[in-house]
């Protein structure tokens, strides 16, 4: 599996970005996709997750109502809409796929290559 991520930029606090998340290479869509986040000096952290369908989603609280994860399975590929950013969510962004859903990196096999999102306020 190959994941291409695109989106990522500058935005000031309170706008918005778009992340995409582009697969190929197998099967996808029976799997699981997240996104994760790594600030500097910071570990590696769950943002988002949905399931095969789409039907499931999960969030971690700190972005619950401000982010949102799609998937559209004909196009291999998975969103996350950033509405009112933050400066705390200045970070490198991955989308990762996985066979079942876990909060945990060591959980997903395949990752992107990453794109820095950066929050000025």
């Known amino acids: 599996v190959q994941l291409v991520e695109s989106g990522g930029g500058s935005v000031q606090a309170g706008g918005s970005l778009r992340l995409s998340c582009a697969a190929s290479?197998?099967?996808?869509?029976?799997?699981?996709m997240g996104w994760f986040r790594q600030a500097p000096g910071k570990e590696r952290e769950f943002v988002a997750g949905i399931s095969w369908n789409g039907g499931t989603t999960y969030y971690v609280d700190s972005v619950k109502g401000r982010f949102t994860i799609s998937r559209d399975n004909a196009k291999n590929t998975v969103y996350l809409q950033m509405n009112t950013v933050e400066p705390e969510d200045t970070a490198v962004y991955y989308c990762a796929h996985g066979r079942l859903y876990s909060r945990s990196p060591s959980a997903y096999r395949y990752w992107g290559q990453g794109t820095q999102v950066t929050v000025s306020s």
């Open positions: 290479g197998r099967t996808f869509s029976s799997d699981v």
